[in-house]
T-cell receptor, first 114, second 117 residues
Framework: GESVGLHLPTLSVQEGDNSIINCAYS??????FIWYKQESGKGPQFIID?????DKRQGQRVTVLLNKTVKHLSLQIAATQPGDSAVYFC?????????????FGSGTRLLVRP | GAVVSQHPSRVICKSGTSVKIECRSL??????MFWYRQFPKQSLMLMAT?????????EQGVEKDKFLINHASLTLSTLTVTSAHPEDSSFYIC?????????????FGDGTRLSIL
């Protein structure tokens, strides 16, 4: 269901290390998933997406893994940089085409230590 | 490409004032736009789906008479918070999807910080 969090879990990583951010989604019928990055005071920025007929997709320095069996999504960031510090949200798509909507996860704050 | 512009970025006003927020898709047409609300350290909560030329679809618990949505063209949707009160203070964010194509991400504006005194 919809996610409402009272605080954000935080992942702290050393610059240059790889980061893995996890997300559990709720609807087994969801067919499309998106990862967004949100910096303070700004709107979410698209990072990468994946359809439910795939289990892995790679972008530049990022990889998304989808495990439909356990309804789990992860975002891997290679060689994490200070500019990667932000809050990361996964989103799942409910509905069909013209009536679909995105349901956002509770988010994870990524802190990159220099 | 896929730029969404939101205006204003910040509003501070007195209780009882109505506030209009604009959301524009700058380089694409958006049949559907979405309005979200985000409280500090929380996730985005969908308020309503705005469809060009028709009435908006509101999520459960969102008052349609309080949050008026107008999607007058394929590049503009507006959200009006009527008779705003301190509890309406929040970060309002809009998004848009390119046309009717499936499996396209929503693209977000940079939000409007609304503070009601």
């Amino acid at each position: 269901g919809e996610s409402v969090g009272l605080h954000l879990p935080t992942l702290s990583v050393q610059e240059g290390d790889n980061s893995i951010i996890n997300c559990a989604y709720s609807n087994s019928a969801s067919d499309y998933f998106i990862w967004y990055k949100q910096e303070s005071g700004k709107g979410p920025q698209f990072i990468i997406d994946i359809r439910s007929n795939m289990d892995k997709r790679q972008g530049q320095r990022v990889t998304v893994l989808l495990n439909k069996t356990v309804k789990h999504l992860s975002l891997q960031i290679a060689a994490t940089q200070p500019g990667d510090s932000a809050v990361y949200f996964c989103a799942e798509r409910w509905g069909m085409d013209s009536s679909y909507k995105l349901i956002f996860g509770s988010g994870t704050r990524l802190l990159v230590r220099p | 490409g896929a730029v969404v512009s939101q205006h204003p970025s910040r509003v501070i006003c007195k209780s009882g004032t109505s506030v209009k927020i604009e959301c524009r898709s700058l380089d694409f047409q958006a049949t559907t736009m979405f309005w979200y609300r985000q409280f500090p350290k929380q996730s985005l909560m969908l308020m309503a789906t705005s469809n060009e030329g028709s009435k908006a679809t509101y999520e459960q618990g969102v008052e349609k008479d309080k949050f008026l949505i107008n999607h007058a063209s394929l590049t503009l949707s507006t959200l009006t918070v009527t008779s705003a009160h301190p509890e309406d203070s929040s970060f309002y964010i809009c998004s848009a999807q390119i046309g009717d194509r499936s499996y396209q991400p929503q693209h977000f504006g940079d939000g409007t910080r609304l503070s009601i005194l």
